[in-house]
């Protein structure tokens, strides 16, 4: 996943999961000159809406462990890194994290919606939940359109 490796590296270069946003910015835009600093704080957005930064005392702090992350010599993020997922992209997507075939979890998500007549987002979290895979930030995201539907 692109997103969580370009987040990781400024946390290992520093050898830390804590660092002041700018500090963060910086490492992203300048350092290693792969955004504009408006996009590396559209990415820092993107990265706390799927769960991956926090905020915490002015800092942003990983949720993840970043050492662990693979990060390959040559990388370097592609723009998609900046475009924000849908629910039901990022419930696949962890599916996919989990080992579940891409193709196995969208069929199971539609047969679902089909049976039970909810969202496609609502029926992907159903699945996820099934087998074991946390998404409950997407399941929030997912009750808050049904919400918005009944409106």
């Known amino acids: 996943m692109s997103l969580k490796t370009a987040v990781a590296v400024p946390f290992r270069s520093a050898g830390t999961r804590r660092l002041g946003e700018g500090e963060f910015v910086v490492a992203l835009s300048l350092d290693r000159d792969w955004f504009s600093p ?20 002015g800092e942003l702090v990983a949720e993840f462990e970043p050492s662990a992350v693979s990060v390959p010599e040559d990388f370097e993020p592609g723009a998609d890194v900046l475009t924000e997922q849908s629910t039901f992209e990022r419930v ?33 979290v159903l699945v996820a939940r099934e087998r074991g895979v946390e998404v409950d930030d ?11 539907g009944e409106e």
């Open 38 to 57: 408006d996009q590396a704080k559209r990415l820092v957005d993107i990265a706390e809406g799927r769960g991956l930064l926090a905020h915490d005392d």
């Open 92 to 124: 696949i997507d962890r599916l996919v994290d989990d080992g579940t075939e891409k193709r196995e979890a969208v069929a199971a998500a539609n047969e679902r919606q089909s049976t039970v007549g909810v969202s496609l987002e609502a029926a992907a």
């Open 138 to 148: 997407a399941a929030a995201a997912a009750r808050a359109d049904l919400l918005e």
